[in-house]
């Protein structure tokens, strides 16, 4: 083809490797209606006319959305009670790419007394032979006497695996001393530290009552954790980070509380960060009401609260106290591998914690926002995928750019799915969505180029997605703005 240019016409140029046309494609300056080309691995064009390539992509009444990165999801990991994931990194990536997310910050959780570097490194060998999206680390901190701890930890930081991971409550929880210890290093090494903030006391002795009084069924679940922990635990962290100067993310917010907390911490200028999840935006704690067990299938911590808190989260996303949504994906199966481990009389207490998500997270994001009007386009693109990767320092990652990498998503408005009881494409066996039927769905997901999903297929191999090195963590200096 020839190109004209304010000079008349140019040299033939060579056809893209990729050109989807037509669409309304989502960039972080706004939408473009036209064309998106790709060339190898990167975005090369974005506008009109842009010419041919060798694969040529319809997206007429499309939205061209950045790929999903999703920084919170549970792979191939042991809870603290014991029981391991059901997914592997190939379901649980399958999975994610069919919902259209395109990169993951997983957890490689130290187990008590190993060295963080064998931590890392076994973690790191499961993702290689399984991953089929691209895949990042937090580093879970939950022994810091091992042997080299701080020469580990300093060394993984500078390699790359620039988010670190504690506990304030459970049988993994670090001390206060531990966790400003923690947060130091992170200082000196350029790392951010997340937070799971429920205070322990609290919710120990809220379930020592409960189990007392024979309130055991999953829906005594919600009282075992009360709001005061989680109000608690994220005003203590928030001074923690505000008096060490040391940027601080503050995992699945569930309470009108809590984001308030995070707002005034944010107010006072202290380096905070907070997300939430689709389960406290969409879900209260009537849903664990469930004959017999069932309701062990929805528990999760923090537990699903009430409409007003869905309300506040709302509000503090549109406002920017929250930053981003994840998925927490931590997925178990309803059976004796998973959730019901401690036989089929278990109380909430003997019950792993935790839904899929991977899946779900986007096309529940995309119906509210986009297709319900809750934000928009761009504020989905943001929330889902640019400001997750700003804050993690995923540097050519989360948005639609030249230069970037093509991890690309194509959303049709107009397609509604009603998600059925088992249709995921994970290992968990049931969909905690059942029921809700979904307006606009991901048909088309590419990978640094590669299509991945096609017209709902999924056409990934083992070993297709590959770890993100993060050099540098934006936290430090930026936080990511809101569009528009």
Same mark, same amino acid.
């Given at each position: 083809?020839?190109?004209?240019?304010?000079?008349?016409?140019?040299?033939?140029?060579?056809?893209?490797?990729?050109?989807?046309?037509?669409?309304?494609?989502?960039?972080?300056?706004?939408?473009?209606?036209?064309?998106?080309?790709?060339?190898?691995?990167?975005?090369?064009?974005?506008?009109?006319?842009?010419?041919?390539?060798?694969?040529?992509?319809? *997206?007429?009444?499309?939205?061209?959305?950045?790929?999903?990165?999703?920084?919170?999801?549970?792979?191939?990991?042991? &809870?603290?009670?014991?029981?391991? +994931?059901?997914?592997?990194?190939?379901?649980?990536?399958?999975?994610?790419?069919?919902?259209?997310?395109?990169?993951?910050?997983?957890?490689?959780?130290?187990?008590?007394?190993?060295?963080?570097?064998?931590?890392?490194?076994?973690? &790191?060998?499961?993702?290689?032979?399984?991953?089929?999206?691209?895949?990042?680390?937090?580093?879970?901190?939950?022994?810091?006497?091992?042997?080299?701890?701080?020469?580990? !930890?300093? &060394?993984?930081?500078? #390699?790359?695996?620039?988010?670190?991971?504690?506990?304030?409550?459970?049988?993994?929880?670090?001390?206060?001393?531990?966790?400003?210890?923690?947060?130091?290093? *992170?200082?000196? +090494?350029?790392?951010?530290?997340?937070?799971?903030?429920?205070?322990?006391?609290?919710?120990?002795?809220?379930?020592?009552?409960?189990?007392?009084?024979?309130?055991?069924? %999953?829906? $005594?679940?919600?009282?075992?954790?009360?709001? /005061?922990?989680?109000?608690?635990?994220?005003?203590?962290?928030?001074?923690?980070?505000? $008096?060490?100067?040391?940027?601080? /993310?503050?995992?699945?917010?569930?309470?009108?509380?809590?984001?308030?907390?995070?707002?005034?911490?944010?107010?006072?200028?202290?380096?905070?960060?907070?997300?939430?999840?689709?389960?406290?935006?969409?879900?209260?704690?009537?849903?664990?009401?469930?004959?017999?067990?069932?309701?062990?299938?929805?528990?999760?911590?923090?537990?699903?609260?009430?409409?007003?808190?869905?309300?506040? !989260?709302?509000?503090?996303?549109?406002?920017?106290?929250?930053?981003?949504?994840? &998925?927490?994906?931590?997925?178990?199966?309803?059976?004796?591998?998973?959730?019901?481990?401690?036989?089929?009389? #278990?109380?909430?207490?003997?019950? *792993?914690?935790?839904?899929?998500?991977?899946?779900?997270?986007? %096309?529940?994001?995309?119906?509210?926002?986009?297709?319900?009007?809750?934000?928009?386009?761009?504020?989905?693109?943001?929330?889902?995928?640019?400001? %997750? *990767?700003?804050?993690?320092?995923?540097?050519?990652?989360?948005?639609?750019?030249?230069?970037?990498?093509?991890?690309?998503?194509?959303?049709?408005?107009?397609?509604?799915?009603?998600?059925?009881?088992?249709?995921?494409?994970? +290992?968990?066996?049931? +969909?905690?969505?059942?029921?809700?039927?979904?307006?606009?769905?991901?048909?088309?997901?590419?990978?640094?180029?590669?299509?991945?999903?096609?017209?709902?297929?999924?056409?990934?191999?083992?070993?297709?997605?590959?770890?993100?090195? =993060?050099?540098?963590?934006?936290?430090?200096?930026?936080?990511?703005? =809101?569009?528009?």
């Amino acid at each position: 083809m020839q190109q004209r240019t304010a000079k008349g016409v140019a040299a033939v140029s060579e056809p893209y490797d990729l050109l989807i046309q037509g669409g309304r494609v989502v960039t972080p300056t706004g939408i473009v209606t036209g064309d998106l080309a790709v060339r190898g691995e990167k975005i090369a064009a974005i506008g009109t006319d842009l010419g041919t390539a060798e694969i040529i992509i319809d *997206a007429a009444g499309k939205y061209v959305m950045p790929g999903g990165v999703d920084p919170h999801a549970h792979i191939e990991q042991m &809870s603290g009670m014991g029981v391991m +994931n059901a997914d592997t990194f190939e379901t649980a990536t399958r999975s994610a790419a069919m919902g259209g997310t395109t990169s993951v910050i997983s957890f490689a959780a130290q187990a008590k007394g190993e060295r963080l570097a064998d931590t890392v490194s076994d973690y &790191s060998a499961r993702a290689i032979r399984g991953a089929m999206i691209d895949y990042a680390f937090h580093m879970t901190v939950t022994d810091t006497t091992v042997p080299d701890f701080e020469t580990d !930890l300093a &060394s993984l930081i500078a #390699a790359g695996n620039r988010s670190i991971k504690v506990f304030t409550t459970y049988n993994i929880q670090l001390s206060d001393a531990q966790i400003l210890a923690v947060m130091s290093a *992170a200082r000196a +090494n350029g790392a951010l530290v997340c937070v799971h903030a429920e205070t322990d006391a609290i919710i120990a002795q809220a379930k020592a009552a409960l189990i007392a009084a024979g309130k055991t069924a %999953p829906h $005594y679940h919600p009282a075992s954790h009360p709001r /005061m922990a989680e109000i608690e635990a994220i005003e203590r962290m928030c001074r923690f980070a505000e $008096y060490l100067g040391q940027p601080v /993310m503050i995992f699945h917010v569930s309470t009108t509380q809590g984001a308030a907390a995070v707002r005034d911490a944010r107010v006072r200028g202290a380096p905070i960060w907070a997300e939430t999840c689709p389960h406290y935006l969409f879900m209260t704690e009537d849903i664990l009401h469930q004959p017999d067990l069932e309701g062990a299938k929805w528990m999760c911590s923090p537990p699903q609260r009430q409409m007003a808190d869905q309300e506040a !989260l709302w509000h503090a996303l549109d406002t920017g106290d929250l930053q981003l949504v994840s &998925s927490d994906h931590a997925p178990y199966r309803f059976d004796e591998t998973g959730k019901l481990s401690a036989g089929p009389d #278990a109380g909430f207490h003997e019950i *792993a914690n935790g839904l899929p998500g991977l899946e779900t997270r986007l %096309p529940l994001m995309f119906d509210a926002m986009v297709s319900k009007g809750r934000g928009g386009p761009e504020d989905f693109a943001r929330l889902t995928a640019t400001a %997750p *990767a700003e804050i993690y320092g995923l540097q050519d990652k989360g948005r639609l750019a030249i230069g970037m990498q093509a991890d690309i998503t194509l959303w049709d408005p107009d397609k509604s799915v009603t998600y059925d009881e088992n249709d995921l494409h994970d +290992n968990v066996g049931y +969909n905690p969505w059942v029921g809700r039927t979904i307006t606009g769905w991901p048909t088309d997901v590419w990978l640094r180029g590669n299509h991945i999903v096609r017209n709902g297929t999924f056409a990934a191999t083992p070993g297709t997605g590959v770890w993100i090195d =993060r050099p540098t963590l934006a936290t430090q200096t930026t936080t990511p703005q =809101r569009q528009g």
